[in-house]
């Protein structure tokens, strides 16, 4: 995984903007699924949940360190991006109540 043969800052650059590309698709199904998550939950209180966060945690920081990247990077990422991910989902569960969806 580690590619150390670049030949200049702007490749490095280039290689990192395809990266950032398929970061945000992968983002966008993922909270596509969050969304569609919105709806199987019965309160505002439920969209927050701290044992399914920590379980989340404790999994991609295991990945990180399988692949001998730094755990403490990925927390920080993830812990970041499910808290904004929560936001999404509070949103999409507060707009599918108003309509009477849930």
């Known amino acids: 995984m580690n590619e150390s043969n670049f030949s200049s800052l702007d490749e490095i650059r280039t290689n990192i ?3 950032d590309k398929e970061i945000v698709v992968l983002l966008s199904k993922r909270g596509e699924f969050v969304k569609q998550a919105a709806r199987f939950k019965a309160t505002a209180a439920n969209v927050k949940d701290s044992k399914r966060l920590e379980q989340i945690i404790e999994k991609v920081t295991s990945y990180a360190r ?3 990247f730094d755990p403490f990077t990925i927390e920080i990422i993830y812990r970041n991006m499910i808290e904004a991910f ?3 989902e509070m949103k999409t569960f507060t707009d599918l109540k108003e309509s009477n969806i849930l």
Request: charged share 35%; proline share 0%; aromatic share 0%.
């Open 86 to 88: 929560i936001q999404l």
């Open 17 to 19: 903007d395809k990266i």
């Open 66 to 68: 399988e692949i001998g």
